[in-house]
């Protein structure tokens, strides 16, 4: 059970998906990007993985906070080992963030099921093993017969409600977009969409995280008649104060935050407020499986739900051991890509959705992901 190296694997893996300058997705060509796999290794043999950018498990984090804390310890103790870890952040520089506290919750909640043949949500406590997915949809862009009108919208989401979602996120367009960002052209395409999936689809919109309070009112008030779900991040949550005053003066509900640092204790500060109706986490945002299960259970004590921000394995599992959420966010989708044909390094997909809109829980060992060990090796660039 002791801890006996912790490594990192760097590969070459292809993707359509290229950032713009405020980190959101859009489609573009082919193109290879560096993917990372944190190796957490036991005395007997056993390993648990974790995925994510190089640079939240670059050496410099991995020699000086992560091997410290975990080398020679027992994995199992992981509540131990993650406050230790976080208790590192402080003096860190800035160094050590939530991502690389993530990654390693993954990789040793990964390891404990791996070394008991067991999947993790049945390890932790399973409410449900399928979840209802929204498709959650990239930001608009300006690409022909891409995410560029309102009609493009519109369009998408008759084509994702025949995929068998019953739940749609728009994400509406935002700068490099040049004439972006616009209440009114957010709320066309609201119209849009819920023009074309009719009343019994639930939709949700992901806004321009900077609007103003009175643009994020004007459009909070125009999602009420369209009869959307919730509205999300549309201005800077570093602003808690500004959602309380939103939360006050909407009937639609407010969910938040996502972005926000401070984990778990500052999602409680949240809640104590009042500044949001829906809560939220997701395990890369507050440093891990960890202390997204305490913020879910943090929500369910005052009667909220708690909506996970997030696709993959980790926020599954997540979804799969708490009540007091409703959806899992597939995605980020786009006309122009295929989510389900899922990544080269990944035997399955590890979200597979059925033709009602559920995402079954996978039951292999750990977190679920079946992981192409022969692809990384023969595409290893670290
Ligand atoms: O980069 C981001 O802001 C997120 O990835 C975002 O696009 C999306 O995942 C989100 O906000 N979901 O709620
Ligand atoms: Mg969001």
Same mark, same amino acid.
């Given at each position: ?6 490594? $990192? ?10 950032? #713009? ?25 056993? &390993?648990?993985? !974790? ?5 939240? $498990? ?33 003096? !860190? ?10 990654? @390693? #919750? ?66 509406? =367009? ?25 009343? +019994? ?16 009112? /004007?459009? %909070? ?5 369209? %009869? ?7 201005? +800077? &949550? ?20 996502? !972005?926000?640092?401070?984990?778990? =204790?500052?999602?409680?500060?949240? $809640? ?13 945002? @507050? ?40 959806? *899992? &966010? ?7 890509? /295929? ?18 809109? *559920?995402?079954?829980?996978? #039951? ?19």
């Amino acid at each position: 059970m002791i801890i006996t190296d912790v490594s $990192v694997k760097t590969f070459l893996t292809t993707t359509r998906r290229h950032a #713009d300058t405020a980190g959101h997705a859009h489609p573009g060509p082919e193109h290879k990007v560096k993917q990372a796999m944190l190796i957490i290794r036991t005395e007997d043999g056993h &390993e648990g993985y !974790s995925f994510g950018a190089p640079e939240i $498990v670059r050496p410099h984090v991995i020699d000086k906070f992560v091997k410290k804390v975990l080398i020679g310890q027992d994995h199992r103790d992981r509540e131990r080992l993650w406050h230790e870890l976080a208790h590192w952040q402080r003096g !860190s520089a800035a160094q050590l963030t939530d991502r690389t506290l993530a990654a @390693v #919750d993954v990789a040793l909640w990964d390891l404990a099921g791996r070394a008991l043949n067991q999947p993790v949500h049945k390890l932790i406590g399973a409410y449900r093993n399928k979840v209802r997915a929204y498709g959650s949809i990239m930001c608009g862009d300006e690409l022909e017969g891409g995410l560029a009108t309102p009609e493009d919208y519109g369009r998408f989401a008759e084509k994702l409600v025949k995929r068998g979602y019953k739940g749609i996120k728009l994400h509406t =367009w935002m700068p490099p977009v040049s004439w972006a960002p616009d209440v009114k052209m957010d709320l066309k395409a609201c119209a849009a969409v819920r023009e074309a999936v009719g009343p +019994d689809i639930h939709l949700m919109i992901d806004a321009f995280h900077w609007y103003s309070r009175v643009d994020s009112l /004007e459009l %909070g008030r125009g999602l009420e008649k369209l %009869g959307f779900d919730w509205i999300e991040e549309s201005m +800077d &949550e570093q602003s808690m104060s500004s959602y309380k005053w939103l939360s006050d003066n909407l009937d639609i509900p407010v969910l938040g935050p996502e !972005s926000a640092s401070g984990k778990h =204790w500052h999602r409680a500060e949240w $809640v104590k407020s009042g500044a949001v109706d829906i809560l939220r986490t997701g395990v890369s945002d @507050v440093g891990g499986i960890t202390p997204a299960l305490k913020t879910m259970r943090l929500a369910e004590c005052f009667g909220m739900d708690c909506e996970i921000h997030g696709n993959g394995s980790m926020n599954l599992v997540v979804a799969a051991t708490s009540k007091n959420c409703r959806w *899992y &966010e597939r995605g980020l989708l786009h006309p122009f890509l /295929e989510y389900d044909d899922g990544f080269d390094y990944l035997t399955a997909l590890s979200d597979p959705m059925d033709q009602d809109g *559920y995402v079954h829980v996978p #039951d292999r060992p750990g977190i679920g992901e079946a992981i192409n060990f022969e692809f990384i090796e023969n595409n290893r660039v670290e």
